[in-house]
């Protein structure tokens, strides 16, 4: 079905699941920031006393909770439009601005792509492996580029529908 054919409940249904999962992952972002504070802390306070050994599950779990915040973090970004933005030309506007914005995004797309593409090949390396110390299983934290490829493609499939309406039917002093 084309796009302008696409019945507006479909549209809508879409546009409510993109807001919850994007609502999600700002929950994600604080809930890892908060969580990560405990074994960085934990590390901090072993360094300097004898009364935690140096190598424990903390440097492990600080990777990974790092991994996934920097990912998801990238993936609000991508939402909100400030990932991977350099304005060029900051006078454009309407019509213009929307097909910079759709020139730019296709390579957001492409770049999502190999993320997607790649990052399921990593995680395939890693579904019977488990880290050193903590015995944690890899696939935990290689999991975190193929779902932000997706959410990439998501998010930014949003954004470059967006700017497609302006093109196809907005008036050209549109912001």
């Keep these: 079905m084309a796009p302008s054919m696409t019945p507006p409940?479909?549209?809508?249904?879409?546009?409510?699941?993109i807001i919850?999962?994007?609502?999600?992952l700002?929950?994600?972002?604080?809930?890892s920031v908060a969580a990560i504070i405990l074994p960085v802390s934990l590390q901090i306070f072993a360094r300097f006393t004898e009364l935690l050994p140096r190598y424990i599950w903390t440097e492990e779990l600080s990777r990974f909770l790092?991994?996934?915040?920097?990912?998801?973090?990238?993936m609000i970004a991508v939402r909100e439009g400030t990932h991977f933005s350099v304005d060029?030309?900051?006078s454009l506007k309407g019509r213009q601005r929307a097909l910079a914005d759709i020139v730019a995004?296709?390579?957001v797309l492409v770049f999502a792509g190999?993320?997607?593409w790649y990052g399921i090949e990593f995680?395939?390396?890693?579904?019977?492996?488990?880290?050193e110390l903590a015995e944690l299983p890899l696939w935990m934290i290689h999991i975190a580029w193929p779902v932000a490829g997706l959410t990439w493609l998501l998010f930014q499939g949003e954004r470059i529908w967006g700017d497609l309406q302006i093109v196809l039917h907005r008036e050209e002093d549109a912001p």
């Design 9 to 17: 409940g479909e549209r809508s249904l879409l546009r409510r699941v």
């Design 20 to 24: 919850y999962y994007a609502r999600l």
């Design 26 to 31: 700002d929950i994600l972002l604080v809930i």
């Design 66 to 74: 790092l991994v996934w915040m920097v990912m998801i973090g990238a």
């Design 88 to 90: 060029l030309f900051p």
């Design 105 to 107: 995004g296709l390579f």
């Design 114 to 116: 190999f993320f997607l």
């Design 123 to 131: 995680t395939d390396t890693a579904w019977y492996r488990i880290s």
